[in-house]
């Protein structure tokens, strides 16, 4: 079990049920809304847990298998918990080629964990994507929002000093 | 307007913004503030003009003379000696022809030779954010005529008189495709831009969005005036933070104007945009799985027939374009369809952007004609390989294209000519690849890709991108076996037939010609136990 101030610097947020139920105001009934209604109640939560889906699948009408089976789909959901800032690292062909590698092996080192895992204190989760449309400055990052590009192992420190 | 002698463009593309042109900016309008120049030089950020590794980009017009790399630390020498004193600062300016005159010319640098900018127009040349600076160039000009000079079928024909080809990969005649929507008969029909932009190595979408957002909003109304449809949709990829801004500003900008809304320009058409975000998925590019998504579904694609022109969104007959497609509308009505067809070749009118990454010195966002072959981008426009390396492979339209051997560098780069060759133009995405790597393992990264990207709606790639990775990665560890290469090829063309959409059908290609024009390098790791690149350590 992860202790309360762990929750509270991973989500940013206390998480209250109301505050979920306040979002899915405007989406009730519209079964095409799913996707930003779950992008909003990540937004606040961080991830999708069971009991937000639930709500979500009562709220726009729609089975919970469903809800479920979309936040399973895309990469840019969780249904499970993740650190304060997601670390998503390109390893897409462009990148690979410019050195994406190194650039993973320096954020394990730097952080202490292997990609797909969150650091202990929840501020980091190291996760792999394809192609984040920035290759013109290969390799590249995003940390949360943010694009990190022509990377090498030596910038990463000080990238990672920003969000510590 | 107020009237300034030189106008200062910083560049204000994602790439640049990671490069720190924002502090270049700042730097720039203080600086020429205490130089006593606020009244005489405009300060303007723009969006991408380019050499996406050379950022931050700085051009000072009228004299169109182009900085690279420029630093806060540099913005004092360039305000003093260009701004003040008319000299160029010969240490920044980009490309080469700096030191004849002092003054080079923005067409000068050879990254820029080459090319010929009708998507590109406006990106790097006006403020994006700045409705007015695209009116001042013409910019929604072309709305304007087709809604008081033409009717919907003069503006399907224009375009298909233009040869326009779909930009998103396809190829497939835009002018056609509007005029099946046009023929269908429903109370609702909708125009919808794909900017979903997943495949690797692409990022043209995004920097014309960034760029140029009008050109894309005048596109999608012009089609919707064409095909009859009041409601138009713009299908971004979630991670486009600064695209989705922009657009979201230039939408309400339109609006304010009355160039979106209803009863546009007084002609009693109505037509509006609404902006979706994806969620992260490669196969929502795929035009049924994105519709699929826009529904609020898991993005899988949908069997076809029926095809989204007659039944897409909601069952509703439905436009789908790419954003670069788009953004070739207006010049074509504005310019006329014979004008289009002056660049580019024949079968292939017009130009291409082409996003070139990888060991290549310029990499960055270029428009070419159609046509132009692969030698002269790589070498004279790209700069040739860094390092004194030497070119092995360049890969053609992403990760769901072929790659081409040396021997194959005069092919020219169309839609007709590419596939001739075993490879694709796809999305103009170009990855160029030195003889450091070895091809066994960037072979498992393209096939990584589709392992991951493949949304197991079918079995030919469900399965068969799985497999394809297993034998390459087994390779690369150093237990690959003779018999599997053959196994691999023929899984491959089970794959191309049988898979339900284009990312089964495209996700052997790269293997396919990497094992033609390499498979020697797949023996070796197999029968000699060795990589020639070293990469691979067993
Ligand atoms: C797997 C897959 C991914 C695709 N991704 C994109 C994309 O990101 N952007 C795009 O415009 N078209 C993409 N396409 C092509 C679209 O299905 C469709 O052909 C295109 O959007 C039509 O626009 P156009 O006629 O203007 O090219 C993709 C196709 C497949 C099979
Ligand atoms: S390949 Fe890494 S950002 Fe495109």
Redesign the interface.
């Known amino acids: 079990m992860e202790t309360p101030e762990v929750e509270k610097c991973r989500t940013g947020s206390s998480g209250q049920p109301d505050e979920i139920d306040s979002i899915l105001e405007k989406y009730r009934g519209r079964k095409d809304a799913l996707i930003p209604a779950l992008y909003d109640i990540q937004k606040v939560m961080n991830y999708l847990p069971e009991s937000a889906a639930v709500k979500v699948a009562e709220a726009l009408e729609v089975p919970v298998s469903k809800v479920y089976g979309v936040a399973t789909f895309y990469t840019l959901f969780s249904v499970k918990p993740r650190g304060k800032h997601i670390i998503r690292v390109c390893e897409s062909a462009p990148c690979h080629v410019l050195g994406a590698m190194n650039v993973v092996k320096e954020l394990e080192r730097e952080l202490g964990i292997k990609v797909g895992e969150t650091t202990k204190d929840g501020r980091f989760t190291l996760e792999l994507t394809s192609c984040l449309g920035t290759c013109g400055v290969a390799p590249a990052i995003m940390i949360d929002d943010v694009v990190y590009g022509n990377l090498t192992a030596d910038k990463i420190p000080h990238i990672l000093s920003e969000y510590r | 307007m107020e009237f300034y002698r030189s106008h200062v463009l910083v560049c204000g593309g994602?790439?640049c913004v990671?490069?720190g042109c924002k502090a270049v900016r700042d730097a720039l309008i203080s600086e020429v503030r205490r130089a006593g120049l606020a009244g005489e030089v405009k300060v303007v950020e723009t969006g991408c003009l380019g050499p996406?590794?050379m950022?931050p980009i700085v051009v000072v017009y009228p004299e169109g003379i182009t900085y690279a790399r420029v630093g806060v630390k540099d913005v004092p020498v360039i305000v003093e000696e260009h701004l003040l004193k008319g000299r160029a600062v010969d240490r920044l300016v980009l490309g080469t022809g700096a030191k004849e005159k002092g003054v080079v010319s923005y067409e000068r640098p050879p990254y820029f030779e080459l090319q010929q900018r009708i998507v590109l127009r406006n990106c790097g040349m006006i403020d994006p954010d700045s409705i007015d600076e695209y009116i001042a160039r013409d910019g929604y000009r072309a709305l304007a005529k087709c809604l008081t000079e033409m009717t919907p079928g003069e503006v399907i024909d224009a375009v298909k008189e233009s040869g326009l080809l779909g930009r998103g990969g396809a190829a497939f005649p835009t002018g056609v495709k509007w005029s099946f929507t046009a023929r269908a008969t429903a109370n609702q029909k909708y125009v919808v831009c794909n900017a979903d932009?997943?495949?690797?190595?692409?990022?043209k979408d995004?920097l014309i969005l960034e760029g140029d957002p009008h050109s894309i909003i005048e596109g999608m109304a012009i089609a919707g005036y064409a095909v009859g449809a009041d409601k138009g949709f713009i299908y971004i990829?979630?991670?486009?933070?600064l695209s989705i801004e922009r657009l979201e500003r230039a939408i309400q900008k339109a609006r304010e104007y009355g160039l979106l809304g209803e009863d546009i320009l007084g002609s009693g058409f109505d037509f509006d945009i609404e902006v979706?975000?994806?969620?992260?998925?490669?196969v929502c590019g795929e035009e049924t799985a994105l519709i699929e998504?826009?529904?609020?579904?898991?993005?899988e694609p949908r069997l076809k027939p029926p095809y989204p022109g007659t039944c897409g969104l909601w069952g509703k007959p439905t436009v789908v374009n790419n954003v670069e497609t788009l953004a070739n509308v207006p010049p074509i009505i504005l310019n006329g369809p014979k004008w289009f067809r002056g660049f580019g070749t024949e079968r292939c009118p017009g130009t291409k952007v082409f996003?070139?990454?990888?060991?290549v010195n310029n990499?960055?966002?270029i428009e070419v004609p159609m046509g132009i072959t692969l030698r002269q981008v790589i070498y004279e426009i790209g700069g040739g390989i860094p390092g004194g390396r030497a070119f092995k492979i360049a890969?053609t339209g992403g990760?769901s294209g072929g790659c081409l051997p040396k021997e194959l560098l005069d092919v020219p780069m169309d839609y007709f000519s590419l596939p001739e060759a075993g490879s694709a133009l796809g999305s103009g995405?170009l990855?160029i690849?030195d003889d450091s790597?070895c091809i066994v393992d960037?072979a498992r990264?393209?096939m990584?890709?589709f392992k991951?990207?493949s949304?197991g709606k079918c079995v030919p790639c469900r399965e068969g991108t799985d497999r394809l990775y297993e034998i390459v990665d087994k390779v690369a560890q150093g237990n690959g076996r003779l018999e599997d290469l053959d196994l691999a090829l023929e899984l491959s063309r089970v794959m191309q037939v049988a898979s339900l959409c284009g990312l089964g059908q495209a996700a052997p290609l790269s293997l396919m010609t990497i094992l033609q024009y390499f498979g020697d390098e797949f023996r070796e790791h197999i029968v000699g136990k060795t990589c020639p690149a070293g990469t691979c350590g067993f």
Request: aromatic share 8%.
């Open positions: 994602t790439p990671l490069e996406c590794d950022g932009e997943g495949e690797p190595g692409t990022f995004r990829r979630g991670e486009y933070v979706r975000k994806g969620a992260g998925a490669y998504s826009m529904e609020g579904d898991r993005g996003t070139l990454t990888g060991d990499k960055g966002l890969q990760t995405a990855l690849v790597h960037i990264c393209f990584k890709f991951h990207e949304c």
